[in-house]
Every structure is written in structure tokens, then in C-alpha cells.
Nanobody
Framework: VQVVESGGGLAQPGGSLNLSCTASGTVFSIRAMGWYRQPPGKQRWLDAVIHSDGYTDYVYAVKGRFTISKDSSQNTMTVLLQMNNQKPEDTANYYC?????????WGQGAQVTVTS
């Protein structure tokens, strides 16, 4: 499985940004995909996850603001993170992860900066 991220960038407080993550390869083995954030100087933590059956879960801080969704084909799985009503504390590097049967694969990271 390979994972490639896109999106992110600069937003004002209250604004919106999207992150996209496309997995390719043996996507049938993927059990879940998610987005982690890592603020400057802090550890990485899970913001949102979507399982292969479509079940989603969010950390409390982003519930009602972020939405994770997926679109699957035979050879790819794309996960979208829609980030609305953004706050300065959302500023971080965001990493996509694909949790497959035998390994976890990370994306390269995408910077999100929320500032006025």
C-alpha cells in the first residue's frame, strides 16, 4: 500500500480547508484510514478515522467541525478530511495513515496553518 496526501495550506479562523489522501496497491487489505495531527513541538494524535465499513469516529476537539469520508475503487481508496470552522489551534502537520492487515502506512504530511 502506498499513500499520497494533498491539500492543506493557509486558512483564517472560521474558514475551511480540505485534505485528501489516496491509497493505492493492495487497498482491499485496508481496515481503516485516518488523519493524525502533529502541532509544532507536540506529539501526534488521531483526529478522525473511517473504517472499511464506513464507521467514523472523531476526537472531541473536532466533532461537528471536521468530516471524514471515503471513496473506494478497485485499485484506490481516497479519504477526504473536510475541516470547517477552523481555529488557530488546528495549526499542525496533518498525516494520513492507512491501517492494513499487515502494516500501517503513513503519508508524507500536509501543513495546515490557521491564522488571521
Amino acid at each position: 500500500v502506498q499513500v499520497v496526501e494533498s491539500g492543506g495550506g493557509l486558512a483564517q479562523p472560521g474558514g475551511s480547508l480540505n485534505l485528501s489522501c489516496t491509497a493505492s496497491g493492495t487497498v482491499f487489505s485496508i481496515r481503516a484510514m485516518g488523519w493524525y495531527r502533529q502541532p509544532p513541538g507536540k506529539q501526534r494524535w488521531l483526529d478522525a478515522v473511517i473504517h472499511s465499513d464506513g464507521y467514523t469516529d472523531y476526537v472531541y476537539a473536532v466533532k461537528g467541525r471536521f468530516t471524514i469520508s471515503k471513496d473506494s475503487s478497485q485499485n484506490t481508496m481516497t479519504v477526504l478530511l473536510q475541516m470547517n470552522n477552523q481555529k488557530p489551534e488546528d495549526t499542525a502537520n496533518y498525516y494520513c495513515i492507512a491501517d492494513s492487515l499487515h502494516t500501517k502506512v503513513w503519508g508524507q504530511g500536509a501543513q495546515v496553518t490557521v491564522t488571521s
